[in-house]
């Protein structure tokens, strides 16, 4: 059975662009939108691996991160966290909430599809990726 | 009585301030030195800055020459000897065992004008590195330009992930294939719109209400825009009414800002004393307010003209008028922004602007249609005059002015324009550098 894999993300072109690339590669994809309400979504869903946009409409990637890490049902879930900015500060802050990898937008398809693959392994993503950051959990 | 190193602008040290008082009160060295109990040779060498004195000698000096100790130290030895080290210090670790720190006294004392010198620029430097420092934590902190940045950057990677499934998925379904040139173009057109955005923030006021002025041109410019380009006392009372304006504005404090301030001010002057609101205006209703109407005002000085059409006042009912105007060599020496059209904060316009091109062209005017990268179009006056007197042989100062106000959208020729290279999305012009 497909695994199951959760995009948290507000930018529809972006959900549907890496949701078939995630697709293809033998993920069963599911999308949400807002920052609001996508705990809920995350609980309902139960996502095998989950990517967390940063900046979300109603509340940021970093805030919903923090409250998955407190949560025991979420606090062991894999995050690739998906960034605009890159800076160390954002880098940073990610690995100090406890997600597992992280990508500076405009990232590729191979890396997208490179990072998602080592955290479904349980391996630190490639350093090949460019931009995803080891973090804690 | 101001000594001459005072008159000259430069920081006095004490021994000089010492020599200056004994001279003053007519008491020679050698009285000076056995009243302060040390030797006349000695003397000689503190008051040619050979040897740096304080405490108790410093205090017996004072009461021999009938002063307080601070009238000869403060504010003189201590500022260029700490301007001095701070100088050394932010070098840290040179080569060649760095400046000899240990040798400051001997230098201050030799050469006191490259000395001040010296303390200038180390407090240049600190003014420098405290604007880039700002413009740095504003880039890193300003909500509104990290939301534009992020905004940028999602309809980048939106188009990268889709071309790279078009270009690579041989075997995509009609229907995805479509799908995704639906998505490749609407991204294309909102980064568009939002990299327009991203620009205009950058030439935009910050979220404050404040300009983050980094010059002393900016801040005057500043000065300019808080009034609307428009001084009602200058047109009233000429150039008397400068020296109140700059007290009345901030960043004057700021001496290179005052002069930068005071020098625009002072052409506002003579140009308002050269074409009077009681000339212009009666002329410019009757032309509706068409500059091409206007060029034999001001005894045909096109340029005075374009420059006092930038200044009228905002209750006029005239279309809104941006200026920019460079020397020979592009460098921007005036701007007034009007939105839509960025003229950049640092560094050169558009190759393209007529401001350049009319430099080609002294003394002909010209008009002509602008359209930006966001399709907003502009009128453009311009021409290239000189600004001084020459004599037979000696080439002239030209300065270039171009006065901008917005058109309606059009399907008529236009130039296309931009900001300036390195803010211009138009990659593929010919004029880029």
């Known amino acids: 059975m497909a695994k199951r894999i959760l995009l948290v993300e507000d930018e529809a072109n972006i959900l549907e662009a890496i949701g078939f690339i995630l697709s293809r590669d033998g993920w069963e994809v599911l999308g949400h939108g807002k920052g609001e309400t996508a705990l809920a979504e995350i609980e309902r869903v139960d996502p095998d691996i989950l990517v967390l946009d940063v900046m979300l409409p109603g509340r940021s990637g970093f805030d919903i991160l923090r409250d998955l890490r ?68 | 009585m101001a000594t001459l190193a ?12 010492i020599r200056d008082r004994r001279l003053l009160i007519g008491m020679k060295q050698s009285a000076l030195a056995e009243a302060a109990g040390i030797s006349p040779s000695y003397l000689n060498l503190i008051e040619h800055n ?85 413009l740095r934590d504003r880039l890193a902190h300003d909500p509104v330009l990290a939301e534009a940045m992020h905004e940028v950057l999602s309809s980048a990677a939106a188009i990268r992930s889709t071309a790279d499934i078009l270009v690579r998925e041989a075997d995509l379904d009609p229907a995805w294939r479509g799908r995704f040139h639906r998505n490749l173009h609407e991204e294309a057109e ?41 001084f009602p006392a200058i047109e009233t009372g000429g150039g008397a009414a400068i020296p109140a304006i700059l007290d009345q504005s901030a960043g004057m404090e700021d001496a290179a ?3 930068m301030a005071e020098r625009m001010l002072t052409r506002y002057a003579e140009d308002a004393a050269r074409l009077p609101l009681s000339s212009l205006l009666p002329e410019a209703h009757a032309a509706g307010f068409d500059p091409s109407a206007l060029l034999s005002l001001g005894g045909g000085d096109v340029a005075l003209v374009l420059r006092r059409l930038a200044t009228l006042p905002r209750e006029e009912p ?27 904060r640092f560094g050169p316009g558009c190759p393209l602007w007529p401001l350049y091109a009319a430099l080609a062209r002294p003394g002909q005017p010209d008009m002509t249609i602008l359209e930006t990268p966001a399709a907003s179009r502009f009128r453009a006056w311009s021409v290239a005059q000189p600004v001084s007197q020459t004599g ?13 106000s917005p058109v309606e959208a059009g399907d008529g020729a236009a130039i296309p324009i931009g900001p300036g290279c390195s803010l211009c999305p138009r990659t593929g012009c010919r004029a880029r550098r």
Do not use: Y
């Open chain 2, 6 to 17: 005072e008159r000259n602008g430069r920081v006095e040290l004490t021994g000089s301030r």
């Open chain 2, 257 to 259: 800002s005052r002069v």
């Open chain 1, 70 to 137: 407190e949560r025991p049902t979420t606090r062991a879930l894999p995050v690739l966290l998906l960034t605009a900015k890159g800076q160390t500060r954002d880098r940073e802050q990610a690995m100090a909430l406890g997600a597992n990898a992280f990508l500076t937008k405009p990232f590729s398809n191979d890396e997208l599809v490179a990072t998602v693959r080592s955290l479904a392994d349980g391996r630190a993503p490639s350093a090949a990726a460019g931009h995803d950051r080891r973090g804690g959990a």
């Open chain 2, 190 to 230: 909102r980064l568009s719109r939002r990299a327009t955005a991203l620009l205009g923030h950058f030439e935009a006021p910050d979220a404050r209400g404040e300009t983050l002025s980094a010059t002393p041109v900016e801040t005057a410019e500043a000065l300019f825009d808080a009034n609307d380009h428009h």
């Open chain 2, 318 to 344: 005239a279309p809104a008028f941006g200026l920019a105007v460079c020397d020979a060599s592009g460098a921007l020496l005036f701007r007034r922004r009007l939105m839509a059209f960025s003229i950049p």
């Open chain 2, 50 to 134: 050979r040897r740096r004195i304080g405490g108790k000698l410093l205090i017996e000096l004072a009461r021999a020459l009938g002063v307080e100790p601070g009238v000869l130290s403060d504010g003189a030895d201590a500022t260029i000897h700490d301007t001095l080290q701070a100088a050394a210090n932010g070098l840290g670790e040179g080569g060649r065992g760095g400046p000899e720190t240990d040798r400051i006294d001997d230098l201050a004392a030799r050469f006191p004008g490259w000395t001040a010198l010296i303390a200038q620029q180390r407090k240049r430097i600190g003014d420098l590195e405290a604007a880039v420092e700002g």
């Open chain 2, 392 to 404: 037979f042989g000696s080439a002239p100062v030209m300065q270039a002015t171009m006065l901008i």
